[in-house]
């Protein structure tokens, strides 16, 4: 397993080797192109985290017998080139016959060499609506696509808020793209005018420059298409800068870095959510929620449990006798209702879930529920 030279992390790691070595079990690899490093690393948290209750889990429930799961991490840092390369050493010399990934980028940049070498990809937090288009029947996804939450986030902004113009601000990769234009669809669908679109690097720290075109722009809302960190950063500078305009972002400003890094500022923000709710949900989500928090001290992000997800389905797999990709394909297609800490989930003809959204705001200095 590749080593990084960041302690936490590298613990972290050596973690499931605990979980996952038994001398002369048959052992079953699950890959990981996680962003470990780079401009989101929160996500590689995320990952790493869901995947060890999901091993602790299986180890208990005995379903694989004699069999262990092991998890081979590679850093992709949710850049394309890098992902690559992580992939290829997965596939030609791990010999991996499933892998989980994020990062609409990285996605749509795996998918091809997925379906090439027929391995399945599992794809835990990216929306880009091309994902469910590409890579079949090797592509699958536990959340759904950005045409599900953007279109939401218009219509609310149109239909609840009741504001009439909006300043989109996003990331400079295939999520932001995506989630701008689904947005920018159905905003101006509805009647609404977008005043302004304004784009900003991945894992960005200094928003002051398009902030400066927002406030000119003056919009009733803004709505923002990127990562929790980013978002934090963003609100926080935008209430220095004196805009008080409403703000609503995509599912992954749900998390524990938006409060952290905006404090204060992030008070009143919106933000999309799936029927996923660690807190006032169904007793298996509240569940995962406190066995979450007494392990890591937080609470976990959809992304957790999306990965936790994803390493009980290819537990499920495998105990079903599905050891190849194309095996391990055909078995991801007969999920119909399953009831997870996610939700009741079905696999859809183009590999996705389909979920429906809700909207978080933030109170007190938390996300909670929207009325």
Same mark, same amino acid.
């Given at each position: 397993?590749?080593?990084?030279?960041?302690?936490?992390?590298?613990?972290?790691?050596m973690?499931?080797?605990?979980?996952?070595?038994?001398?002369?079990a048959?052992?079953?690899k699950?890959?990981?192109?996680?962003?470990i490093?780079?401009?989101?690393?929160?996500?590689?948290e995320?990952t790493?985290?869901?995947f060890?209750?999901?091993l602790?889990?299986?180890?208990k429930?005995?379903?694989l017998?004699?069999?262990?799961i092991?998890?081979?991490?590679e850093?992709?840092?949710?850049?394309?080139r890098?992902?690559?390369?992580?992939?290829?050493?997965?596939?030609?010399?791990?010999?991996v016959q499933?892998?989980?990934?994020?990062?609409?980028?990285?996605?749509?940049?795996?998918?091809?060499?997925?379906?090439?070498?027929?391995?399945?990809?599992?794809?835990t937090?990216?929306?880009?609506?091309?994902?469910?288009?590409?890579?079949?029947p090797?592509?699958?996804?536990?959340?759904?696509?950005?045409?599900?939450e953007?279109?939401?986030?218009a219509?609310?902004?149109?239909?609840?808020?009741?504001?009439?113009?909006?300043?989109?601000?996003?990331?400079?990769?295939?999520?932001?793209h995506? !989630? &701008?234009?689904?947005?920018? +669809?159905?905003?101006?669908n509805?009647?609404?005018? *977008?005043?302004?679109? #304004?784009?900003?690097? /991945?894992?960005?720290?200094?928003?002051?420059?398009?902030l400066?075109?927002?406030?000119?722009?003056?919009?009733?809302?803004?709505?923002?298409g990127?990562?929790?960190?980013?978002?934090g950063?963003?609100?926080?500078? !935008? &209430?220095?800068?004196?805009? +008080?305009?409403?703000?609503?972002?995509?599912?992954? *400003?749900?998390?524990? #870095?938006?409060?952290? /890094?905006?404090?204060?500022?992030?008070?009143?923000?919106?933000?999309?959510?799936?029927?996923?709710?660690?807190?006032?949900?169904?007793?298996?989500?509240?569940?995962?929620?406190?066995?979450?928090?007494?392990?890591?001290?937080?609470?976990?992000?959809?992304?957790?449990?999306?990965?936790?997800?994803?390493?009980?389905?290819?537990?499920?797999?495998?105990?079903?006798?599905?050891?190849?990709g194309?095996?391990i394909?055909?078995?991801?297609f007969?999920?119909?209702?399953?009831?997870?800490?996610?939700?009741?989930?079905?696999?859809?003809?183009?590999?996705?879930?389909?979920l429906?959204?809700?909207?978080l705001?933030?109170?007190?200095?938390?996300?909670?529920?929207?009325k």
């Amino acid at each position: 397993m590749k080593r990084w030279a960041i302690g936490g992390i590298l613990s972290f790691l050596m973690m499931f080797m605990v979980f996952t070595f038994t001398h002369g079990a048959e052992l079953y690899k699950f890959g990981t192109v996680a962003c470990i490093t780079g401009a989101i690393p929160q996500h590689g948290e995320y990952t790493l985290r869901g995947f060890k209750l999901a091993l602790e889990d299986i180890e208990k429930s005995g379903m694989l017998k004699d069999g262990k799961i092991e998890v081979v991490a590679e850093d992709g840092q949710n850049v394309p080139r890098v992902a690559l390369a992580a992939l290829n050493k997965l596939i030609n010399i791990d010999k991996v016959q499933y892998f989980e990934t994020v990062g609409s980028s990285v996605v749509l940049a795996l998918a091809p060499i997925a379906a090439e070498n027929k391995v399945v990809l599992m794809n835990t937090a990216a929306t880009h609506p091309k994902i469910k288009e590409i890579g079949k029947p090797y592509v699958f996804s536990l959340i759904p696509g950005t045409a599900s939450e953007s279109k939401a986030a218009a219509q609310f902004s149109f239909t609840e808020l009741k504001e009439k113009s909006a300043s989109i601000l996003y990331v400079n990769n295939e999520y932001g793209h995506g !989630a &701008r234009d689904i947005f920018e +669809k159905v905003f101006t669908n509805l009647g609404g005018k *977008i005043v302004g679109k #304004e784009i900003y690097d /991945l894992g960005a720290t200094d928003y002051r420059t398009a902030l400066t075109k927002v406030r000119a722009q003056n919009p009733g809302v803004v709505y923002f298409g990127g990562h929790a960190n980013e978002c934090g950063r963003a609100i926080k500078q !935008a &209430r220095e800068f004196g805009i +008080k305009t409403p703000w609503i972002g995509t599912v992954a *400003i749900g998390a524990p #870095e938006t409060l952290k /890094l905006a404090g204060e500022a992030a008070e009143g923000i919106y933000a999309v959510a799936f029927p996923y709710d660690p807190v006032g949900g169904s007793p298996k989500m509240q569940e995962f929620n406190q066995r979450f928090k007494n392990a890591f001290g937080v609470a976990p992000t959809i992304y957790s449990a999306n990965s936790y997800i994803a390493a009980m389905l290819y537990a499920r797999a495998i105990a079903t006798g599905a050891k190849t990709g194309p095996e391990i394909s055909k078995f991801l297609f007969t999920i119909k209702g399953w009831d997870t800490i996610i939700g009741k989930i079905s696999i859809d003809k183009d590999g996705m879930v389909d979920l429906p959204c809700r909207f978080l705001v933030v109170k007190g200095g938390n996300f909670v529920s929207y009325k």
